[in-house]
């Protein structure tokens, strides 16, 4: 079985369960997971985790993300972007000073309302099952995190920015929202992940690519090890004589380890054997005298 993350281009029409169907088939194995869903309109870094990495799709999921999206001002529709239908147009009266200044007047987060097209659950179903259904329901705004916006270009009507932003941020809504405080309309027209949990576009593979690879027999030199998302956590070696204490998830004291007397310095790491295998996160106890299992990875 192959352990670790493919970084996928996810090409529009494609939905995220496309791709991890269309990896089976490349890889031969069913242990496989993505790590966040984009809209099947939508392209750019879809990371894969494969084997014992699909235990850290909910963690990449949380990580900062950015994109670039195009947005068109005069119109609104059902979807808030241009595959739904049209419900309002009228004529553009913003500038594009009063298009830059709404834009960066969301860096550092707001409320947010989620779409009615979303895979947000509300009281059970998913906001986008209700929605065909032709039921609005109330939703509550969700604070997201806004971390940066670059506004790369204004030929109106259209509109293109970069957003470096936290989880739970949607695109189409926020392109909606820079554009009502302009007392406009919009609805976006493109949107490109660029960047996720430390995976670029620029080292992004499409489905097509890794075919080729596959059929080359060099598959497994793309595949991205499991313990590299979390190159931001110290790291930790047990001694030989501990093998079976990590083997069995019990709990690590520093002499069993290459780490320095207590464990206070820390919060998370990864730990790896005497062989250098990446097995677990591990925390550290409160005392900072141990540290406890947090995720294991042994396959």
């Known amino acids: 079985m192959i352990n670790g993350l493919i970084n996928v281009y996810k090409e529009p029409g494609f939905t995220s369960f496309d791709v991890v169907a269309v990896l089976r088939g490349i890889t031969g194995q069913r242990k496989i997971g993505h790590t966040g869903t984009l809209d099947p309109a939508a392209e750019g870094v879809l990371p894969v985790a494969l084997g014992n990495a699909t235990k850290l799709c909910d ?13 068109m001002l005069g119109k609104r ?24 200044a709404s834009a960066l007047s969301f860096v550092g987060g707001y409320d947010q309302y989620p779409p009615m097209y979303s895979a947000k ?10 929605a065909r259904q032709g039921v609005e329901v109330e939703r509550k705004p ?10 790369k270009d204004v030929s109106l009507p259209f509109v293109t920015i970069r957003v470096e932003c936290g989880k739970g941020t949607y695109i189409r809504s926020l392109c909606e929202d820079i554009a009502a405080k ?46 590299r998302a979390f190159t931001d ?8 004589e501990y093998r079976k204490v990590i083997d069995n998830g019990n709990k ?20 790896y054997n005497d062989e250098g295998v990446f097995c677990a996160l591990y925390e550290a ?15």
């Not at 529709?77 to 830059?100: H, N, P, Q, W, Y």
Request: charged share 35%; with cysteine.
């Open 59 to 71: 963690m990449l999921n949380d990580k900062h993300k950015e994109y670039v999206a195009t947005f």
């Open 77 to 100: 529709t059902d979807t808030l972007d241009d595959t739904g239908e049209v419900l309002e147009e009228r004529e553009v009266k913003a500038t594009e000073d009063d298009i830059v």
């Open 121 to 130: 659950w509300v009281d059970g179903k998913r906001l986008y099952e209700l």
């Open 142 to 151: 969700v604070f997201v995190e806004i971390f940066d916006i670059e506004v």
């Open 182 to 227: 302009c007392g406009e309309l919009a609805v976006m027209t493109k949107l490109i992940r660029t960047a996720t949990g430390g995976f670029t576009i620029e080292d992004a593979r499409t489905l097509s690519e890794l075919k080729t690879v596959k059929e080359t027999g060099d598959l497994l030199s793309i595949v991205i090890p499991t313990d």
């Open 233 to 240: 956590l110290p790291a930790v070696t047990v001694r030989y």
């Open 252 to 271: 690590l004291y520093p002499d069993m380890t290459d780490h320095p007397g207590k464990f206070d310095d820390i919060k998370r790491v990864r730990v």
């Open 285 to 299: 106890d409160r005392s900072g005298k141990f540290i406890k299992p947090w995720k294991m990875f042994l396959a």
